[in-house]
Nanobody
Framework: QGQLAESGGGSVQAGGSLRLSCAAS????????LAWFRQAPGKEREVVAR?????????YYGDSVKVRFTISQDKAKNTVTLQLSSLKPEDTAIYYC??????????????WGQGTQVNVSS
């Protein structure tokens, strides 16, 4: 059974940076599509960034994080990293790593990490 384990997160002041990592393990075949989502209190979960593991590593970013966040891969370690820069208080949320062997083609995402809290103070 595939598992995703997040690390990183924490508290930072506005304008600061954080680095989140997601390690995939236990998959018979490592999923090619991984992503970071986030959920703020009282809001729906939203996609932050997606990456295709393989080739040139095509990426997608949500409008609210473009330019400020960067998603990258380490194929050898089966990890995906999210670099958060120029953080704003509205970035405060629980950040979740997700994986989908079908590359988001289905109605649901089959694999989720446990989540890691990011707090940004003004």
């Amino acid at each position: 059974q595939g598992q995703l384990a997040e690390s990183g997160g924490g508290s930072v002041q506005a304008g600061g940076s954080l680095r989140l990592s997601c390690a995939a393990s236990g998959f018979r075949v490592n999923p090619n599509c991984l992503a970071w989502f986030r959920q703020a209190p009282g809001k729906e979960r939203e996609v932050v960034a997606r990456i295709y593991i393989g080739g040139e590593g095509a990426t997608y970013y949500g409008d609210s994080v473009k330019v400020r966040f960067t998603i990258s891969q380490d194929k050898a370690k089966n990890t995906v990293t999210l670099q958060l820069s120029s953080l704003k208080p509205e970035d405060t949320a629980i950040y979740y790593c997700a994986a989908d062997p079908r590359c988001w083609a289905g109605a649901t995402v089959p694999y989720w990490g446990q989540g890691t809290q990011v707090n940004v103070s003004s």
